[in-house]
C-alpha cells in the first residue's frame, strides 16, 4: 500500500478530520492506513459494495429476511452494509476524540420533503449502532427532523447541501435541538453540515455555459471552495459546534484550498488518489478567495443563492438545481438499483 | 371503434409511441401511432429489453469510440430503426408525422455550440428524424439555428408555460430566415412534461406543509399544458403540444381532441383500451379555477403557470429540468457511454 503524504499530514497534523467517501472495502484499507477516521455512505455507494463485492456480503445478506420489498428492503440493505462499517469503526469511536469513529447512513431520498416519515425513518436507522450518523437532506423538512434528531442526542449529517443558507440553517437547528436536549437532559450527538463543494461547481458551470456568464472555468472551479471558506467563517463568529463537511470534491484544489480548518474532509477514493502528487502541506483555509473571482460569479443568480448569507430561504432548499440533481442521482443510481437487487441465496455472483 | 382509434381517426388529436422496443413499436403502429418518441433512456432499455434483436447491431460499432460517440451511435441504432417503420406515415403525411426522435446528449444542456454540432449529425440520420433538444436558454439558440436550416426539432425538458412560449418565440425566428432563404420551416413539436411536475409539486408542498390535496396537485401539469395550448392557439403558430409524462387516463381524456400529439407508452395504450373512456373532446374543459386557485399557492407552480413566470436564464435551474436533465443522464446516456464496451466511465458521483 502507497504511502500518502497529504493524506497523513492532514489528518495527523492538522485540525482537519479525514473521513472515507466509499464502501468498496478494499479502498476502505487504504483510506485507513492514510489516517480516515470515519466514513460517509450513500445509497449509491452502497448499491456498489453489495453488488461488486456480493460474495463479501453473503453471510450478512442471508440474515435477511426472504422476500422484502421496496423501501424496507433497501434500508434493510443499507443497515446490512452500514452495521457491518460501524462496528468496524467502534474502537476508533470509543477513543472518544470528537468527530472520530462514524459511519453515515443516509434515509430515502424519494422523501424529501415528507419530514414525518423521514423522522421514523432516522429513529431507526439510528438505532443501529450508537456511531451510525443519520444524513438528512438540508430541505426545510429534513432541517425540522435534523432538529428533532439532535434534540434525541442522535449523531446526523445534513446532505444535499451546497450553500451558505443551507448550512447556517442547520447549524440554527442543532443550536435548538441542543438547548431541548439540555432541558431532558439529553447529550447531544456529533452533528454535521455537509457542503458538496464538487457538485456546486459542476451545476453552476452548466448555468453559466447556458447564461454565456462572464465566469471561466477558473472562477468555477472556486466556487463551492468560496461559499466553504465564508461558511467556515460564520460558524466560528457564531460559535457553532456543527462540523462542517465539504464533500463531493472534483479536484485536489478542493482538498488543498480548505486544508486545515477544523472540519470533517469527505474524501473520494479518486481524490485521494490524486493528492498522492501533492507535495504542498500548508494550511491554507484562511486564504480567501480572490475577490476578482467572487465578482465573476456574483453575475450568476445560481452564485448568489449559494454565496449570500440571506440568498435562500428554507423553502428553497428543496426547489435549488443542485439539490434535485442530486437528489435524482441519489434515486436513479442508489435507491432504486438497491430497490432491484436480488439478494437472496443462490443469487451469488 | 377503441378510444385509440377514436383520437386518431376522429379527433385532430394523433398519438405516437413511446419506447424504442420493437415488438411495442409494431404494436403501436397496429394500434394507429403515427411516429415514436424515445430518449436516452428508453433507447438503453430497449437494448436491454430485447438484446437477441439489437445484438448484431451492437457487435458493428468499433469499440475505439470515445463516451459520447459510443452513446450517440447505440441511440442512432434505435432511432434509425424507429424512423424506418414510421417512414410510410412520414410520405402519406407529408411530413406532419412519422417521426422518431433522436435525443442530445443531456449532459450538453447549456451548451449551444456542443449542441448545435450534435444535432446536425442527428439529422443526417434520416429525413424522419427530429433532433430532441433542451428547452434551456442554450438550446432555444440552438431551436432557432436549426429551424433555419429546415431541420426538424422536438423541444423537451419543457414543464412551463413559459419555456413553451419561449420555444414558439424562437420557432417564429428560425421560421422567417428559412422563408427568407427560400427553405420550407420544418416540424417543431414542444413536449409539456405533464406528470413530472405534479411529481415534484407534489414533494415542494409538502415540504412547505401547504397541505394541498392530491386531487389538486394531479392536476398541475394539465393546467400547464391547457394553459400553453390556449397560448399557441391564439397565435396561431405552428408549434405542436406533445403531453408526455403520463400518469393516467386523465392526462390523456383532459386534452383529447385538441390539435396534439400524445406519446404513449404500451402499458398506458393497454390502460386506455381496457378502461375504453367516454369518447368525447376533453380539451375545451377548462381546469376548475378553485384548484387553480389552490395550485397558486405553491410559488414553484406560479413559476410554471404564469406566461412570464420564467425568463430563459431560469429554465435550466428550475427544479424539474434538474431532476429531468439528471434522470435522462444517469439512466439513460451514462450506461449509454459503456454499454458493452470495454471502457469503464470516468464520470463522478
Redesign the interface.
Known amino acids: 500500500m502507497k504511502e500518502n503524504g497529504f493524506l497523513k499530514w492532514l489528518s495527523g497534523s492538522t485540525r482537519s478530520v479525514y473521513w472515507h467517501d466509499s464502501a468498496i472495502r478494499c479502498e476502505q484499507l487504504e483510506g485507513f492506513s492514510n489516517g480516515a477516521a470515519g466514513m460517509t455512505t450513500n445509497p449509491?455507494l452502497v448499491n456498489a459494495t453489495l453488488r461488486g463485492d456480493t460474495a463479501f456480503w453473503r453471510n450478512r445478506l442471508d440474515h435477511l429476511p426472504k422476500g422484502l420489498q421496496g423501501d424496507v428492503k433497501v434500508e434493510e440493505l443499507v443497515r446490512c452494509v452500514t452495521g457491518f462499517y460501524a462496528e468496524q469503526m467502534l474502537p476508533i469511536r470509543r477513543m472518544g476524540i470528537p468527530g472520530k469513529g462514524y459511519v453515515c447512513a443516509q434515509v430515502n431520498p424519494n422523501r424529501?420533503?415528507?419530514a414525518e416519515y423521514m423522522f421514523e425513518q432516522a429513529k431507526r436507522i439510528a438505532s443501529w449502532a450508537t456511531n451510525v450518523v443519520v444524513k438528512l437532506p438540508a430541505?426545510?423538512?429534513g432541517i425540522e427532523v435534523y432538529e428533532e434528531c439532535v434534540a434525541l442526542g442522535h449523531n446526523v449529517a445534513a446532505t444535499v447541501s451546497f450553500t451558505v443558507p443551507q448550512v447556517l440553517a442547520v447549524g440554527e437547528a442543532r443550536e435548538r435541538g441542543k438547548r431541548r436536549a439540555a432541558k431532558n437532559g439529553t447529550t447531544p450527538g456529533l452533528g454535521i453540515a455537509v457542503m458538496m463543494v464538487?457538485r456546486l461547481d459542476?451545476?453552476l458551470?452548466?448555468?453559466?455555459?447556458?447564461?454565456r456568464a462572464r465566469a471561466g472555468e477558473q472562477d468555477i472551479v472556486n466556487a463551492g471552495t468560496a461559499c466553504m471558506k465564508r461558511a467556515y467563517g460564520l460558524f466560528n463568529e457564531r460559535g457553532y459546534d456543527t462540523f462542517l463537511m465539504p464533500a463531493?470534491c472534483?479536484g485536489v484544489n478542493h482538498v488543498i484550498d480548505l486544508a486545515g480548518a477544523k472540519v470533517i474532509m469527505s474524501i473520494a477514493p479518486?481524490i485521494a488518489k490524486m493528492l498522492m502528487d501533492v507535495n504542498q502541506f500548508e494550511e491554507r483555509i484562511d486564504v480567501p478567495v480572490d475577490p476578482d473571482v467572487i465578482d465573476r460569479l456574483m453575475d450568476m443568480?445560481?452564485f448568489r443563492k449559494a454565496y449570500e448569507v440571506d440568498g435562500m430561504k428554507p423553502?428553497d432548499f428543496?426547489?435549488?438545481?443542485?439539490?434535485?440533481?442530486?437528489?435524482?442521482?441519489f434515486i436513479?443510481?442508489g435507491w432504486n438499483p438497491l430497490a432491484d437487487f436480488d439478494y437472496g441465496a443462490g443469487e451469488l455472483l | 371503434m377503441n378510444y385509440l382509434e377514436w383520437l386518431d381517426q376522429c379527433t385532430s388529436t394523433t398519438w405516437w409511441h413511446d419506447s424504442g422496443n420493437p415488438d411495442e413499436i409494431a404494436l403501436a403502429i397496429r394500434r394507429g401511432a403515427k411516429g415514436v418518441t424515445t430518449n436516452p433512456v428508453l433507447t438503453y432499455r430497449s437494448l436491454q429489453s430485447q438484446p437477441d434483436f439489437w445484438l448484431p447491431r451492437v457487435r458493428t460499432l468499433r469499440d475505439d469510440l470515445d463516451f459520447e460517440e459510443r452513446a450517440e451511435a447505440l441511440l442512432e441504432l434505435v432511432a434509425t430503426y424507429a424512423a424506418e417503420q414510421v417512414y410510410p406515415v412520414y410520405k402519406t403525411t407529408k411530413g406532419r408525422n412519422g417521426y422518431a426522435l433522436g435525443q442530445l446528449n443531456p449532459a450538453r444542456a447549456g451548451d449551444a455550440e456542443g449542441m448545435l454540432l450534435q444535432a446536425r449529425r442527428v439529422h443526417s440520420w434520416g429525413e424522419n428524424i427530429a433532433v430532441k433538444l433542451p428547452a434551456t436558454a442554450a438550446g432555444l439558440d440552438v431551436v432557432e439555428h436549426l429551424v433555419e436550416e429546415g431541420i426538424p426539432i422536438c423541444a423537451t425538458i419543457n414543464v412551463s408555460v413559459s419555456q413553451a412560449l419561449a420555444v414558439a418565440d424562437a420557432y417564429e425566428r428560425g421560421k422567417k430566415k428559412a422563408i427568407a432563404s427560400g427553405s420550407a420551416p420544418p416540424l417543431c413539436i414542444v413536449v409539456q412534461q405533464v406528470g413530472r411536475l405534479d411529481d415534484y409539486l407534489r414533494d415542494v408542498a409538502m415540504d412547505m406543509r401547504l397541505d394541498i390535496p392530491e386531487s389538486d396537485l394531479r392536476m398541475a401539469g394539465l393546467a400547464v399544458a391547457k394553459r400553453t395550448y390556449a397560448r399557441f392557439t391564439q397565435r396561431k403558430t405552428d408549434c405542436v403540444i406533445m403531453p408526455a409524462g403520463l400518469r393516467g387516463e386523465y392526462h390523456i381524456t383532459g386534452m383529447a381532441g385538441g390539435n396534439l400529439i400524445y406519446t404513449i407508452n404500451t402499458r398506458m395504450q393497454d390502460m386506455m383500451l381496457e378502461s375504453d373512456p367516454e369518447q368525447r373532446p376533453g380539451i375545451g374543459d377548462p381546469v376548475d379555477p378553485k384548484i387553480i386557485d389552490s395550485l397558486m399557492r405553491i410559488p414553484e407552480f406560479v413559476r410554471a403557470y404564469e406566461p412570464d413566470g420564467m425568463t430563459p436564464s431560469e429554465f435550466i435551474s428550475y427544479g424539474v429540468t434538474q431532476k429531468l436533465l439528471s434522470q435522462f443522464y444517469e439512466t439513460g446516456w451514462a450506461p449509454l457511454e459503456t454499454y458493452l464496451s470495454s471502457r469503464v466511465s470516468t464520470r463522478w458521483i
Open positions: 449509491f424529501t420533503g415528507d430541505t426545510a423538512a464538487g459542476d451545476y458551470r452548466d448555468v453559466a455555459h447556458d447564461s463531493g472534483r479518486k443568480n445560481e423553502a428543496i426547489t435549488f438545481g443542485s439539490s434535485n440533481r442530486t437528489t435524482t442521482q436513479e443510481c
